[in-house]
């Protein structure tokens, strides 16, 4: 019967934390696995906001930074920097993936492994101002080259 107590507790924390997220949703998350001395990897995921929000921030005990990152191609140069925010129009869904936009995690604390998890809480805020949090546990995977980072490119990050 506690057993029962408690997931019902469970379901409805998670539903009041989707509600005060502007409806914000997030699904297929994932993080990049490192190996031993990778201090930074890519998290990545589909976010939807029924009303329209920005993606201000990300944090995550692993790492001792975690920013919200844009990657693109300017010529032959792969060049990625932090951006102050992103936006999630309303009603539309923005992809983070590999060479798009992504949460950066650096300077991480240990290697990630393979089917681990990862805490992320990502911090939204709505066209009047008000920010609110989304927790994640991210399923951490290992991704061929095809899904991720062409090493054969230059890299100029910025932070």
Same mark, same amino acid.
């Given at each position: =019967?506690? @057993?029962?107590?408690?997931?019902?507790?469970? /379901? %409805? $924390?998670?539903?009041?934390?989707? !509600? @005060?997220?502007?409806?914000? $949703?997030?699904? &297929?998350?994932?993080?990049?696995?490192?190996?031993?001395?990778?201090?930074? $990897?890519? /998290? @990545? =995921? *589909?976010?939807?906001?029924?009303?329209?929000?920005?993606?201000?921030?990300?944090?995550?005990?692993?790492?001792?930074? $975690?920013?919200?990152?844009?990657? *693109? =191609?300017? *010529?032959?140069?792969? +060049?990625? !920097?932090?951006?102050? !925010?992103? &936006?999630?129009? %309303?009603?539309?869904?923005?992809?983070? *993936?590999?060479?798009?936009?992504?949460?950066?995690?650096?300077?991480?604390? /240990?290697?990630?492994?393979?089917?681990?998890?990862?805490?992320?809480?990502?911090? @939204?805020?709505?066209?009047? #101002?008000?920010?609110?949090?989304?927790?994640?546990?991210?399923?951490? +995977?290992?991704?061929?080259?095809?899904? #991720?980072?062409?090493?054969?490119?230059?890299?100029?990050?910025?932070?």
């Amino acid at each position: =019967m506690k @057993f029962k107590k408690l997931c019902v507790a469970l /379901a %409805a $924390t998670c539903m009041t934390g989707l !509600a @005060f997220a502007q409806a914000v $949703t997030v699904v &297929e998350p994932w993080a990049r696995a490192t190996v031993q001395g990778q201090k930074a $990897t890519g /998290a @990545f =995921m *589909k976010i939807t906001s029924k009303d329209g929000a920005k993606l201000v921030s990300a944090s995550s005990p692993a790492a001792g930074v $975690t920013e919200i990152h844009e990657m *693109k =191609m300017e *010529k032959d140069i792969m +060049k990625m !920097a932090a951006v102050p !925010a992103l &936006e999630i129009p %309303a009603g539309k869904t923005v992809e983070l *993936k590999p060479g798009g936009y992504h949460v950066m995690l650096m300077d991480l604390k /240990a290697p990630l492994a393979d089917k681990s998890n990862v805490p992320i809480t990502l911090v @939204f805020e709505n066209a009047k #101002g008000v920010k609110s949090q989304v927790e994640l546990q991210v399923p951490v +995977k290992t991704m061929g080259m095809q899904q #991720g980072h062409q090493h054969d490119h230059k890299h100029d990050h910025k932070h």
